[in-house]
């Protein structure tokens, strides 16, 4: 039973346009929402997150979304830069102590 | 500040065999939390520690463990070895709950296993 899905296993973006990543979950008790990037050899790194309260949470080129009645999020990033080229995780935090993720979203920057 | 160290880096094994990883948290970090990541699974949580007591494990086989010492550093042991647990095993840390309430996890570069 997948509670986090990241639908789109890779998306193409050319630079300096906006790149979307979505991510759906079923589980209503989440209370935190995550980004994470990793690059290959590397660890993930964590990017953004949102509580379940907000709508909106931005930091610089990277804006989290989420609409609850949906239970749907989506991380923007305008604009998109070749650097950004990576795996994007999306994970939810129901008890401050584990995190669940989706399958990741392989995003490309093409400069 | 040092990140999260984890060693080996990269091992093989043979099927049956069995395998202890090691992760030193960041400094004053006392949550350790493991999770194994593979191509068709994803990353998926093993353990997860703090003040040396288990206290959250994900669905895995009881051929996986775990430990937490005093110090906060933490391994993960593997018995009996199968192909399938070929995987890139992550450790990483966090204070607990943030400021912000979200449990932000920063994570070691990982020890790569691979079982033949």
């Known amino acids: 039973d997948q509670q986090v899905k990241q639908n789109s296993p890779s998306l193409s973006v050319q630079e300096g346009r906006i790149s979307i990543l979505n991510c759906d979950y079923t589980?209503?008790?989440?209370?935190?929402f995550l980004w994470y990037k990793k690059y290959p050899a590397e660890g993930p790194t964590f990017l953004i997150s949102i509580s379940s309260i907000k709508d909106k949470n931005e930091d610089g080129r990277f804006t989290v979304f989420l609409n609850k009645s949906a239970k749907h999020l989506s991380l923007h990033i305008v604009p998109s830069q070749p650097g950004d080229s990576a795996v994007y995780f999306c994970a939810a935090d129901n008890a401050g102590n584990m995190l669940t993720f989706g399958g990741g979203t392989r995003l490309m920057v093409k400069p | 500040k040092a990140g999260v160290t984890q060693t080996p880096r990269y091992l093989i094994k043979t099927r049956g065999q069995q395998v202890t990883l090691s992760c030193s948290p960041i400094s004053g970090h006392r949550s350790v939390s493991w999770y194994q990541q593979t191509p068709g699974q994803g990353l998926q949580f093993l353990f997860e520690?703090?003040?040396?007591?288990?206290?959250n494990k994900g669905n895995f086989p009881g051929r996986f463990s775990g430990r937490q010492f005093s110090n906060s550093r933490s391994e993960m042991n593997v018995s009996t070895l199968e192909l399938g647990d070929s995987a890139l095993y992550l450790c990483?840390?966090?204070?607990?709950?943030?400021?912000?309430?979200?449990?932000?996890?920063?994570f070691g570069a990982g020890s790569r296993l691979t079982v033949l």
């Open positions: 520690y703090f003040s040396e007591t288990q206290r």
């Open positions: 589980n209503s008790m989440f209370d935190y």
């Open positions: 990483a840390s966090s204070p607990t709950v943030g400021p912000t309430g979200a449990n932000v996890l920063t």
